[in-house]
């Protein structure tokens, strides 16, 4: 009997149709951070035209980003039922039709719930595709493919940005955003179809002969040599214990890795999506304030690159916590420096390469935290509940806002997620092991 067709996967050097999957993924995972930063980069525009309060613009800030969590949890469970391509591609279908629904609002509640329909979507895909890249890579490769994925949001975000501050300039519409969103995100649909195979990890699960014709097809397109036939996937004490997380939903290492998330994400979202709006309350064009974005994502994708490199020569749980606890320490500076731009924008382009930073490592680090048989399911909830302290952080910012409290005690509170975050993932360890040993 031969081995697990996965094996081959896992152990073999990498062919270039696997660079490929990778490749799309990431420009997904780019666009999709376009698509989620497209509100920040509308935001003074929208608050100038509509006269949106703090509060408010905080709750549409945040709408995508509840929707980012019910996305993640119910595409890691299609993910896990129906394949990982097939929830990758309902997920763009969503995201496409979301990014056009906002382009069409009439007002605050119509954009709001736009933007919870279009966060369904990219939740979805962001699972979908964190699941897939580390399914299609080899062993050696994993963290760096993960963390280059990661990368690719910020370079979506910063890119964005760019155009953004250009369509701002020009035509001053931010509707327009929104349009070049949607075309972007739908015209990936069509090389996601023709080119990206499924995990042969999810089909190697199926106990058919379509299933057996389907991996063998997608060893082939790997350049691997096809298998007659293969061992199960995990021995049966590992196979029930997956069973038994499965019944109960989650775990005691998912839900602390979840609050990991929500903390992170909290301290992460609120500066993400307050800064241009507070550029402009300082007095700068809403180009002007894209472009602070810009840096600041630009700064994350090296942030990510760097973590790559390093996940190769340090422990990753080690480098995860570094750089969460630092990238919480510079949101809290970046707050006591309000009413200067040059070194509000020095401190959110660290802020943003040590928490995107983070980031990236912490998807690796999901990725290996469960079998495959349960791993979209949990990097689902994890990523899924986790998002809520993502739509947290804007909506309590603006609601502190509304309040007169300044930015300085407000980047104090939330900056503190990240340094919490650090904590959760230093215990995570433990779990792991005890986890293990059980």
Known sequence: MERDPSVAIASEPMNYRQVLAVGLIVLCIAVDGF????????????????????????????MELVGMGFGAYV???????????????????????GMWLCSIASGVTSLAGARLYTGLGIGGLLVAGSTLVSECTNERSRNMAVAIMVAGYPMGAAIGGLISAGLLASSGRWQAIFEVGAVATGALFIP??????????????QRSLSAHTRINRVLVVYGKAPVACWQAEAPAQTVERSEKLLASGISTLSAVLMIAFFFHMMTFYFFMKWIPKL?????????TASMVVVWANLAGAAGS???????????????????????????????????????????AALAGFFTVGGTAGFYALLTRSFSTRVRAVNTGFVLGLGRSGAAAGPVAAGILFTFGWPLGIVAAMLGTGSLLAAAFVSRSAGVKQQADLG
């Open 279 to 287: 550029v402009v309350d300082m007095g700068h064009a809403p180009a």
């Open 35 to 62: 698509d989620v930063f497209a509100i920040a980069f509308a935001a003074p525009v929208i608050a100038h035209y509509w006269n949106v309060v703090p509060a408010s613009l905080g709750l549409v800030l945040s």
């Open 305 to 347: 690159l760097l973590m790559s490199f390093l996940s190769h020569r340090r422990s990753l749980r080690q480098l995860v916590i570094g750089a969460m606890a630092t990238g919480g320490t510079a949101v809290i500076l970046l707050g006591q420096h309000q009413n200067n731009l040059v070194a509000l924008s020095m401190f």
């Open 75 to 97: 595409g890691g469970a299609l993910a896990d039922r129906a394949g990982r391509r097939t929830a990758l591609l309902c997920s763009l279908g969503i995201t496409a039709s």
């Open 192 to 205: 996601i179809f023709f080119l990206l195979p499924e995990s042969v990890a999810f089909l190697s699960r």
